[in-house]
């Protein structure tokens, strides 16, 4: 079941709207079994429309009660709220078909003293991880790891290559690692996102003092020691080459 959630939201409170989102309402959820379609901000930052998926009504509930507790204090954001359950049968935009898996990047990258750009995420505050997030759509992968590390932690990079291809099943993510090295930019956090942003010695000694959560370990570990893989991205009807990675020889 999907449950669509549209907030009129104060325009000076978005900083606070998503920090709160990302440390209280998206932990609920995700741990109880949530998975988020979609957080999707206007223009004019004065409305937010969030899609959650429920595998049954039982699950939704059990979720909604477990949100009583941080809603007052939520409100105090917005200055009205909706919220409905979308049918598959109607015409969109109330209809809305989830897509059956997600794709997601993220990037070790280096810089000239061959320390590693690590981020800590408000809503997995438990451990370091590197820069990434969501492919949106029609969006090239490249341009995707490109976005992402420059709005976690204000760095550009010169991208390498690709190290690696990881799949949750259990979540429907599958997320792809890029290897690339700093290019410009000053660290900073991201507002309401990312509470740590900084380069370090990364080591495979050293690793798990940062990376606790052993997925994100081995996506570190293995572009460490990069072997690459050929990645190609091009449009059809007629065939246009965007962009390609080849194999390289491993970076050291």
Same mark, same amino acid.
């Given at each position: ?41 206007? &223009? ?13 009504? *039982?699950?939704?509930?059990?979720? *909604? ?8 204090? &939520? ?8 919220? &409905? ?53 029609? @969006? ?7 976005? %992402?590390?420059?709005? @976690? $932690?204000?760095? $550009? ?28 930019? @000053? ?6 996102? $990312?509470? %740590? ?7 495979? @000694? ?11 370990? &081995? ?12 990645? *190609? ?20």
């Amino acid at each position: 079941m999907i449950k669509r959630y549209t907030y009129q939201a104060k325009p000076e409170r978005l900083d606070d709207i998503n920090r709160f989102f990302h440390t209280h309402i998206y932990p609920i959820q995700i741990k109880n079994g949530a998975k988020l379609i979609g957080r999707w901000v206007n &223009d004019t930052k004065n409305e937010i429309l969030v899609i959650w998926e429920y595998t049954s009504k *039982e699950q939704y509930e059990r979720i *909604e009660s477990l949100l009583k507790s941080v809603k007052p204090y &939520d409100m105090d954001f917005y200055t009205d709220a909706d919220e &409905d359950f979308m049918s598959s049968t109607a015409p969109y935009p109330s209809a809305y078909h989830p897509p059956k898996h997600l794709l997601s990047v993220s990037g070790y990258v280096t810089n000239q003293d061959g320390e590693v750009l690590l981020v800590r995420n408000f809503h997995r505050s438990d451990t370091m991880e590197m820069p990434g997030g969501q492919v949106e759509e029609g @969006e090239t992968l490249e341009a995707a790891i490109h976005r %992402e590390v420059f709005e @976690e $932690t204000g760095i $550009t990079v010169n991208l390498l290559g690709i190290t690696g291809i990881y799949q949750n099943v259990t979540i429907g993510v599958t997320c792809v690692v890029f290897r690339g090295e700093y290019q410009s930019g @000053e660290v900073r956090t991201a507002e309401g996102e $990312t509470s %740590e942003v900084f380069f370090t010695k990364l080591t495979r @000694e050293n690793i798990e003092q940062f990376i606790t959560r052993k997925q994100f370990r &081995d996506r570190a570990l293995d572009a460490m020691d990069a072997n690459y893989i050929p990645y *190609e991205a091009f449009k059809a009807r007629p065939y246009e080459l965007i962009r390609r990675f080849d194999v390289i020889k491993e970076y050291s």
